[in-house]
């Protein structure tokens, strides 16, 4: 079955870190760009990072640029998301998705929530 | 960046009626030298992550239904749903990947 599970979210002082992850089952994730797109609660899409089959090519939404940083584990099927210096607009749902055009294998995502 | 813009925002259509959702990008997003459309369209049930529906602007993802239909170039698209069915309620969001940072569309909800 094609897959994306993604772990390592919860609730985290403004300032703090986190370190997200996503396992690929199902599908050859070492050919494959791989994104991180984070929904706020109650709000639409935004595209965070993304980074390409050999860990060659990485950009960024301006606004976490600094902050995150996206980088994977072939190996080990794994993308990862480092967040630090996080902020309350940081709090969203982040998915981990397949692809460097549509996205066409989503995570069920993971709740990441910065609050005092 | 490409500022992606639904209308309507939210829509409420009969069963079995016709459902047309439209997206306007800030700047055309057809690729001349390949002549395609760098466009997605994902549909999101509540609680559940998005499915990607439509991609090209107007090809439909593997078994997605037929009454799910993309279509028009450069600035402006549509997505129609020929007869909507009861499990078509969501919000569907429109995407470019034509330039870095991909946007999004700001969702238009569909309901019965």
């Known amino acids: 079955e094609v897959q994306l599970v993604e772990s390592g979210g919860g609730l985290v002082q403004p300032g703090g870190s986190l370190r997200l992850s996503c396992v690929a089952s199902?599908?050859?994730?070492?050919?494959?760009?791989m994104t991180w797109v984070r929904q706020a609660p109650g709000k639409g899409l935004e595209w965070v990072a993304n980074i390409k089959e050999d860990g060659g090519e990485i950009y960024y939404v301006d606004s976490v640029k600094g902050r995150f940083t996206i980088s994977r584990d072939n190996a080990k099927n794994s993308l990862f998301l480092q967040m630090n210096s996080l902020r309350a607009e940081d709090t969203a749902v982040y998915y981990c998705?397949?692809?460097?055009?549509?996205?066409?294998?989503w995570g069920q995502g993971t709740m990441v929530t910065v609050s005092s | 960046d490409i500022v992606m813009t639904q209308s309507p925002d939210s829509l409420t259509v009969s069963l079995g009626e016709r459902a047309t959702i439209n997206c306007k990008s800030s700047q055309s997003v057809l690729y001349s030298s390949n002549n395609k459309n760098y466009l997605a369209w994902y549909q999101q049930k509540a609680g559940q992550p998005p499915k990607l529906l439509i991609h090209?602007?107007?090809t439909r993802e593997s078994g997605v239904p037929d009454r799910f239909s993309g279509s028009g170039s450069g600035t402006d698209f549509t997505l129609t749903i020929s007869s909507l069915q009861a499990e078509d309620v969501a919000v569907y969001y429109c995407h470019q990947y034509y330039n870095t940072p991909r946007t999004f569309g700001q969702g238009t909800k569909v309901e019965i």
């Open positions: 998705a397949r692809g460097v055009y549509a996205f066409d294998i």
């Open positions: 090209w602007a107007s």
């Open positions: 199902g599908f050859t994730f070492g050919t494959s760009w």
